[in-house]
């Protein structure tokens, strides 16, 4: 399929459908630092990022639908690593719901994790050391969620409302943590 499509492109550069296969079959062999490149070359050959894009999401696609079936932490990092890329090759209102979603998951789990060290009466430097550098990781999954859903929340605006309507809190916590531990 590579070689066909390479073909394709040697005679129309431009070719929407050439590109879509070429990023596709990359994803197919499981090549996504391939995919991506590919992705960059269709940019500059002149696709739009939606076109682009949309190829591009369904390296993230499996890994959205593993973390939604068997949610864990891990599993909903790798698709934030995975969403982040994409949104950075070419950045589409999907991509950027997908990255929105699982900044806030992840969030979450951080704030669940920094909740319990809050409990801790008289923490020591370790554990102040600890949960100051889980409160600046956090800040900075609530500012990606504060820019992404925006943009990404009309794909599902119901998820984007309340996503966003726990940015608030999450972001008073962020800062009563980082006043507390970051000394």
Not at 20 to 42: C, E, K, P, V, Y
Not at 54 to 61: C, E, G, N, P, T
Request: hydrophobic share 45%; net charge positive.
């Amino acid at each position: 399929a590579l070689s066909f499509a390479d073909r394709m492109l040697a005679v129309e550069p431009a070719n929407e459908a050439a590109w879509q296969l070429t990023i596709a079959a990359h994803i197919r062999m499981n090549a996504t630092d391939s995919a991506f490149a590919a992705g960059r070359r269709a940019l500059a050959a002149g696709l739009s990022k939606d076109v682009v894009g949309s190829a591009l999401l369904a390296i993230v696609a499996p890994s959205l639908r593993d973390a939604q079936t068997n949610p864990s932490r891990a599993k909903w990092e790798a698709v934030l690593g995975l969403a982040q890329v994409v949104d950075s090759v070419a950045p589409t209102q999907r991509s950027a719901f997908y990255l929105g979603v699982s900044a806030f998951q992840v969030a979450t789990d951080e704030v669940q994790s920094l909740a319990e060290m809050a409990k801790r009466q008289s923490p020591t430097r370790a554990q102040r050391q600890v949960a100051c550098t889980s409160a600046t990781l956090l800040e900075g999954l609530v500012r990606t969620v504060t820019i992404v859903m925006p943009r990404g929340g009309k794909e599902d605006p119901a998820t984007a409302a309340k996503i966003l309507g726990a940015m608030p809190n999450y972001s008073e916590f962020v800062a009563s943590m980082k006043q507390r531990s970051c000394r």
